[in-house]
């Protein structure tokens, strides 16, 4: 089935340092998504983004982050800076929009701010 | 606010016995939520094993059922007779079905089978 590709699967990362992750969604989609989950707990919505801009966030969704899908090719989260708290799994999304459509999950990338 | 509950975090079941995975939810602010549940095969990313949208209906994958019930707010998860190669993670999520990219999941059961 269509595949939602995340570089690296891990990545360390010190503190107060610029992060960057890389998702490589399913060409044609149009909604893209990300979703962070901490050791432990739920996996949670951080926001949604179409047509070059963020559509809706999350309260997790901090100042320190950014997204952005520059001509269409990665769509990338960016933490700057990170803080000990951003260590989590980081999972992208896409989707192609409308009602009922599926969404496809990446297999995540396993971030540890040090 | 809105929320899914699964109350195990982990099950382990005989192969070839019954299993029932539970999932409530809590739909305050969504009126009328789409119910999921997803699977995360060990290696693999998280996939839609299957989904609902009409309360009373049930949804069937890959052995699978689920029935949306509306009074009980509960989306079980149950199958027959496992398998060795249904040990997974299973998530239960909904979401408002103007906005179905954005899903809150439960905690997730982990499922393990015992030869």
């Known amino acids: 089935g269509p595949k939602v590709l995340q570089i690296p699967s891990h990545q360390i990362i010190d503190m107060g340092q610029m992060v960057t992750l890389n998702c490589d969604p399913v060409?044609?989609?149009?909604?893209f998504y990300w979703y962070k989950q901490i050791l432990g707990q739920q996996m949670e919505f951080l926001v949604n983004f179409y047509n070059g801009k963020v559509m809706e966030k999350s309260k997790l969704f901090k100042d320190q982050f950014s997204v952005e899908r520059p001509d269409g090719s990665y769509f990338t989260l960016k933490i700057q800076p990170t803080a000990l708290e951003d260590s989590a799994v980081y999972f992208c999304?896409?989707?192609?929009?409308?009602?009922?459509?599926?969404?496809?999950f990446g297999k995540g990338t396993r971030l540890t701010v040090v | 606010g809105d929320s899914v509950t699964q109350t195990e975090g982990q099950v382990t079941v005989s192969e070839s016995k019954s299993l029932i995975i539970n999932c409530t939810y809590s739909a305050t602010s969504i009126g009328y939520p789409n119910l999921f549940w997803y699977v995360r095969y060990p290696g693999e990313g998280l996939q839609l094993l299957l989904k609902v949208i009409t309360a009373g209906q049930k949804g069937s994958s890959r052995g699978f059922e689920a029935t949306y019930n509306k009074e009980a707010t509960s989306f079980h998860l149950q199958k027959a007779s496992v398998q060795e190669s249904d040990s997974a993670v299973y998530y239960c999520a909904l979401s408002d079905r103007w906005n179905q990219g954005k899903l809150i999941f439960g905690q997730g059961t982990k499922l393990s089978i015992k030869p």
């Open positions: 999304a896409s989707s192609p929009g409308g009602l009922n459509t599926e969404v496809f």
């Open positions: 060409s044609n989609h149009l909604y």
